[in-house]
C-alpha cells in the first residue's frame, strides 16, 4: 500500500462544476503539498498545508491531520483546469525536499 | 528569476553510456531533489540535497550519482544507463522561511529514453 493515495484517479466534469480530490496519507506528517502538472509536463506548486484550509481563486485546500486526510476543491470548474493533480507529503522528522507522492489524480474538464 | 533550468529537455542514450542532466535554480534555495516520474507510479525521489557539499539517497538511487559543489548547481549523472532508466526526470528546489511557510519549485523535465 502506497504511503499517499489520490482519489479519484480520473475525474471528468463539465464547466462550471464543483470538484474535490482527495489525498489519504499513512504516515505523521510535517508538511503536505498540492501541485498541478499541465498537459506540457510542467509541474506548479498550488498549496502547501501543515494545518487547516488555505484559498487561492477558485482552489480550496484543506488538511485534516488526525485523520490523515486533505482534500483540494475546485470551485466553478473551467477547461483550463484540465491537469493532473498531485499531493505530495513531508513525512515528520524528514528534511525539506524530501517528498512522498501520490500517483496523481487526471482531471477533465469539458466545455 | 529563471527559477529551475533543467536541461536538456530531451535525450536518447544507448545502454551502457552515461551522461549528466543539468539543474541550476538561480533563487538561492537550501533544498534541491530529483525526481523520476514513471506512468502509473507518480513521482518518486532519486537524491536530494540539504545544501552545497550535503547529499543523501531518495527512494531510488541506483545507478544515479549527485554532487552539490555550489548552492545553485544540482547535476545528475547516469553512470551507465539502463533501459530501467527510461523516464521523465524533474529537478526541484525550496525554500522554507518559517514554520508552515515552504514552497517547491520545479524544472521543467528531461524526457529521458535509452535503448
Known amino acids: 500500500k502506497n504511503e499517499v493515495e489520490q482519489s479519484p484517479q480520473n475525474l471528468t466534469a463539465q464547466e462550471g462544476e464543483f470538484i474535490t480530490i482527495n489525498c489519504s496519507y499513512s504516515?505523521?506528517?510535517?508538511?503536505l503539498h498540492w501541485l498541478q502538472q499541465h498537459p506540457g509536463g510542467g509541474i506548479v506548486s498550488l498549496f502547501m498545508?501543515?494545518?487547516g484550509k488555505k484559498k487561492h481563486g477558485r482552489l480550496i485546500a484543506t488538511i485534516n491531520i488526525q485523520e490523515k486526510h486533505s482534500s483540494l476543491h475546485i470551485t466553478a470548474s473551467h477547461p483550463r483546469d484540465s491537469a493532473v493533480y498531485i499531493c505530495?507529503?513531508?513525512?515528520?522528522?524528514?528534511?525539506?525536499?524530501?517528498?512522498?507522492f501520490g500517483q496523481g489524480t487526471i482531471l477533465t474538464v469539458h466545455p | 528569476n529563471a527559477g529551475v533550468t533543467q536541461t536538456p529537455k530531451f535525450q536518447v542514450l544507448k545502454t551502457g553510456q552515461s551522461m549528466t542532466l543539468q539543474c541550476a535554480q538561480d533563487?538561492?534555495?537550501?533544498?534541491m531533489s530529483w525526481y523520476r516520474q514513471d506512468p502509473g507510479m507518480g513521482l518518486r525521489l532519486i537524491h536530494y540535497?540539504?545544501?552545497?557539499?550535503?547529499?543523501d539517497q531518495g527512494e531510488v538511487p541506483n545507478g544515479y550519482n549527485v554532487s552539490r559543489s555550489t548552492t545553485e548547481d544540482f547535476p545528475l549523472r547516469l553512470l551507465s544507463a539502463a533501459p530501467s532508466q527510461t523516464s521523465v526526470y524533474f529537478c526541484?528546489?525550496?525554500?522554507?522561511?518559517?514554520?508552515?511557510?515552504?514552497?517547491?519549485?520545479f524544472g521543467s523535465g528531461t524526457q529521458l529514453s535509452v535503448l
Open positions: 540535497s540539504v545544501g552545497a557539499g550535503i547529499t
Open positions: 498545508l501543515s494545518s
Open positions: 505530495a507529503v513531508r513525512p515528520g522528522g524528514t528534511s525539506y525536499g524530501k517528498l512522498t
Open positions: 504516515v505523521g506528517i510535517s508538511a
Open positions: 533563487m538561492n534555495h537550501e533544498y
Open positions: 526541484a528546489s525550496s525554500y522554507h522561511r518559517d514554520r508552515g511557510n515552504e514552497k517547491l519549485f
